[in-house]
């Protein structure tokens, strides 16, 4: 499963739903201390991944005490209801307290993933519950509403929070997001029924667990896209596969009825990310290299450490534009791509970037404004510092889930990155011997070829085609499908249900 949002047909963000369910960010455990490390002021916790978790005090939250003792009573049976209405609320842990004297091995605790395993590191771990909906995010163990800071004007944020301290069951927090701005009652109380419906599903499954066990799932990732990214200015929503296009219209009706009519059921030819340019636009994105519309380039290099990003004038003409000021237009250039590629590529940890050297202050303090003001629509938390005395931005990003990684480089379509020639008919050959096959001894039909388009022109061009020579050789149509995303040589066979076949 794949997502992509594009702006004005540029591709913005790219979503890959994992096929390894567990430990996504939001998914909530029953979990075991493992290990206390008083010299960390933190503990190592068995999630069920083959690596141990970090869970430090900071990341404990100020109930911690509240939510082990609601989390113990759940799994014994003790606690009559998930609402928390009778519940006396114990007071919050030390800020700087030791973790030892909270938390001790072997301890069963409700744990929430806050980042994904990454390189060779566990998850990191919060035992400050959340959950998120379209509106709000529900707190347990607070009586406080939260507004965000995006939402500006006074008189939207006393109507927020009145409404919410109206309707929030007791001993249950609110932190109301951006999204909420404008919206009627009845819509923030409907999303507020389904987070309780949620934390109430959790509460169940606690009952008798054993840990490690996931007791509560994030939503699945296109939900989660709709409900993070979807806005008004969406204007169409295209999905290729059938039952994924009924479970967004599913979810927009629950969430964004208004949306509907933006669902389309995309049942083109062409696959669809080849239909949009987003394969191509992947293609460009992904590398080492970026090339930029002006000439310019950025070079991006990943170590264990960070990641530096280099900005190069390359081709680029400045006409008769001062030194200076074309070093400033390509470096702000630079600056607003680089922002969509962190957001595309999800590009976390520190990130450090060599751009073009400026000797005015003013134009330093250009560049920095608009790097900063590029980087406002990204929700991940970042910080951009002023550029050094070398030229240098140094900014962090954070980081919650590994880094998007697309290989873009191309093996050679007659060695195949071994260095030894081999004629390029051979695959074609190869094609054909499968087909033969599947057609002849294991008597299949209504089969569909998937190859790199230029293969596919050769199969579907002239009179009569190649497959058309087929057709007359099997008495069976072969489907011919062009993929940008498949590399020159490389083809895939799936039968009449679309599933790959073997071989």
């Known amino acids: 499963m794949a997502i992509a949002v594009l702006r004005d047909k540029l591709l913005m963000e790219l979503h890959r739903e994992r096929t390894e369910k567990g430990f996504a960010v939001g998914d909530i455990y029953l979990a075991k201390v493992r290990k206390v490390a008083p010299g960390l002021n933190a503990a190592f916790v068995d999630v069920g991944h083959e690596k141990d978790a970090f869970l430090h005090y900071y990341d404990l939250g100020p109930q911690y005490r509240n939510s082990f003792k609601f989390t113990k009573a759940a799994v014994q049976g003790n606690q009559k209801g998930s609402l928390l209405e009778d519940w006396k609320l114990d007071p919050d842990i030390s800020k700087e307290g030791k973790l030892g004297d909270v938390v001790s091995a072997s301890q069963s605790v409700l744990v ?6 990454i390189s060779t590191k566990g998850p990191r771990l919060t035992a400050e519950i959340t959950i998120a909906g379209r509106y709000m995010v529900l707190v347990p163990f607070i009586n406080k509403v939260s507004i965000s800071s995006r939402i500006t004007d006074e008189t939207e944020r006393k109507r927020l929070k009145e409404l919410m301290h109206a309707i929030r069951p007791k001993n249950f927090g609110m932190i109301v997001r951006t999204n909420a701005e404008g919206k009627k009652s009845e819509d923030l109380e409907a999303d507020l029924k389904n987070l309780m419906q949620r934390w109430d599903v959790m509460f169940h499954n606690l009952r ?12 699945d990732r296109t ?3 709709l409900r993070d990214v979807l806005n008004k200015d969406f204007t169409n929503i295209h999905v290729n596969d059938p039952v994924v296009y009924e479970e967004v219209k599913e979810t927009l009706a629950r969430i964004a009825p208004e949306k509907l009519n933006i669902v389309k059921h995309y049942t083109g030819k062409l696959d669809i990310f080849d239909n949009f340019f987003v394969n191509k636009q992947i293609k460009q994105a992904f590398g080492k290299q970026v090339m930029l519309p ?4 950025l070079v991006i290099e990943k170590t264990e450490a960070m990641h530096v990003i280099d900005v ?3 081709s680029r003409k400045g006409g008769n534009q001062a030194q200076e000021k074309n070093a400033l237009d390509t470096n702000i250039e630079a600056a607003k791509e680089i922002a969509r590629l962190l957001r595309l590529r999800d590009m976390g940890g520190i990130i450090a970037i060599d751009f073009i050297d400026l000797y005015e202050p003013d134009n330093r303090r250009a560049l920095h404004k608009a790097l900063k003001d590029a980087m406002e629509d990204d929700k991940a938390k970042h910080n951009v510092l002023p550029p050094s005395r070398f030229g240098v931005i140094e900014m962090t990003r954070q980081r919650v889930r590994p880094e998007t990684e697309i290989d873009t480089s191309e093996r050679c379509p007659t060695c195949a990155g071994t260095g030894e020639v081999s004629a390029p008919v051979l695959i074609i050959d190869e094609i054909e011997n499968a087909l033969n096959f599947l057609h002849g001894e294991k008597n299949m039909s209504g089969l569909t070829l998937k190859v ?7 199969f579907t061009k002239g009179l009569p085609s190649i497959r058309m020579k087929w057709w007359w050789r099997w008495k069976k149509g072969v489907k011919v499908v062009g993929e940008g995303s ?11 249900e679309g599933k790959e076949v073997p071989l």
């Open 223 to 225: 939900s989660a896209v």
């Open 112 to 117: 929430q993933i806050a980042k994904e395993p």
């Open 452 to 458: 790199h388009p230029f293969l596919a022109a050769y």
């Open 312 to 314: 190069n004038s390359g």
């Open 486 to 496: 498949h590399q020159y040589l490389d083809y895939s066979i799936q039968d009449s």
């Open 294 to 297: 002006s000439g310019a380039y």
């Open 208 to 219: 008798n667990a054993m840990p490690p066990k996931r007791v509560l799932g994030e939503i």
